[in-house]
């Protein structure tokens, strides 16, 4: 049996990395595929989990737009299947790489495993284009790996085969073991803050980009000066994102911003911080292993769990609203309560339902 793991972007790598560690374990041959959507950000990540590449499409280009990628991904799979067959491929999430993908394979009767299947927000531009990619990717996947049982319950609900699920949870929180297991977290932590008590900020949903986002930072802003509790702000590449956070955040003393951090690094600050201010979906998923409470600066999370398990509130995107929440935050003890989003087998469930 051959099998291709497609990543392209950085939350994608994180997401599969275990799974392609594991398959190697298990004697699977396994080709590691990087169309390179994100192409700084995936190489950085590699040297983390100490894999490299086995296929690097490499399609970035300057501002490309959505159709671009995906057509870049789709004639790079032409050709690849071409060359490999492969009885399966593997894409996770929600990305452009990850639809594309799933759809090139599904062409040529490939059959498609969608790691982290079933979520969704019910709103088909909010998040955008990441709610209709994951819709696509269920259709044409042969088994779908839910990360919870809700999301599997979503999915029969969606009159899916109950035979094409397996519930396996979030390989997610498989990468945040590795992690742990292998850097000192306390010591990454400290090259980046070591200042006393902080709050951990990422920002970057192309939805909240403009009034939005500024609604976010000022209520962020006010609860730190309000507080006296510094937040620390890695600020995504995105030149837009950045105009934006640096001319709200200008002159705040208690706001450190930096450049982009490593995995290890982000863990090592999510497990260091009081509480997470975020509109991103995998610090969702990440923070309860660590105790820790989530602010989402969202208007919808595909990720329901986390609030229903006590872990987060949906703050929505008005000045108002995130300042309530951040209150909330903290105020939060997270007691006897569990991350709902799994125990860190996932890689090898998705491994041994295929080799089975």
């Known amino acids: 049996m051959r099998i291709g793991i497609v ?3 950085r939350p994608e790598i994180i997401k599969v990395a275990t799974v392609y560690l594991k398959a190697k374990e298990l004697g699977v041959d396994a080709d590691f595929i990087c169309t390179g959507q994100h192409r700084e950000m995936v190489d950085m990540m590699k040297g983390i989990f100490g894999v490299e590449s086995d296929i690097d499409m490499n399609i970035m280009t300057a501002n490309q737009t959505l159709n671009e990628v995906m057509y870049r991904v789709v004639k790079g799979f032409e050709e690849l299947l071409n060359e490999r067959k492969y009885d399966w491929i593997f894409v996770q999430g929600d990305t452009t790489t990850a639809m594309a993908a799933a759809l090139a394979a599904f062409n040529r009767g490939v059959k498609v495993g969608h790691i982290e299947a079933g979520l969704r927000s019910g709103d ?8 209709m990619n994951r819709r696509v990717i269920d259709q044409v996947s042969e088994k779908m790996f839910a ?4 999301s599997r319950a979503t999915l029969f609900r969606e009159g899916f085969d109950e035979s094409r699920i397996l519930v396996t949870g979030n390989t997610v929180i498989d990468a945040q073991m590795y992690v742990v ?3 000192d977290l306390d010591a990454e932590r400290k090259k980046i803050f ?12 192309r939805e909240n980009i403009g009034d939005r986002m500024r609604n976010i930072l000022k209520a962020l802003r006010k609860f730190a000066e309000n507080e ?10 995105n030149p837009k994102v950045r105009e934006i956070v640096y001319s709200e955040l200008d002159g705040c ?11 290890v690094q982000l863990t090592a600050l999510l497990k260091g911080a009081k509480f997470i201010a975020t509109d ?3 610090i969702q998923e990440e923070a309860p292993t660590f105790g820790k409470f989530v602010v989402v600066c969202r208007e919808t999370t595909e990720r329901p769990e986390l609030i229903e398990s006590g872990f987060g509130v949906l703050a929505g995107t008005q000045t108002d609203g995130v300042l309530n929440a951040m209150y909330k935050a903290l105020e939060f003890q997270p007691g006897e309560l569990k991350n709902p989003f799994g125990d860190g087998k996932a890689s090898e469930r998705i491994i041994r339902a295929v080799i089975e």
């Open 7 to 9: 990543f392209g972007t």
């Open 124 to 131: 088909l531009y909010d998040p955008f284009p990441e709610e």
């Open 147 to 150: 990360p919870t049982e809700k």
């Open 181 to 183: 297991e292998h850097f």
């Open 194 to 205: 070591d200042d006393g008590e902080y709050f951990l900020v990422t920002l970057h949903r």
């Open 228 to 237: 006296k509790i510094h937040l620390v702000f890695p600020v995504h590449k």
């Open 253 to 263: 003393k208690y706001a450190k911003l930096t450049e982009p951090v490593d995995y």
């Open 280 to 282: 991103s979906g995998g």
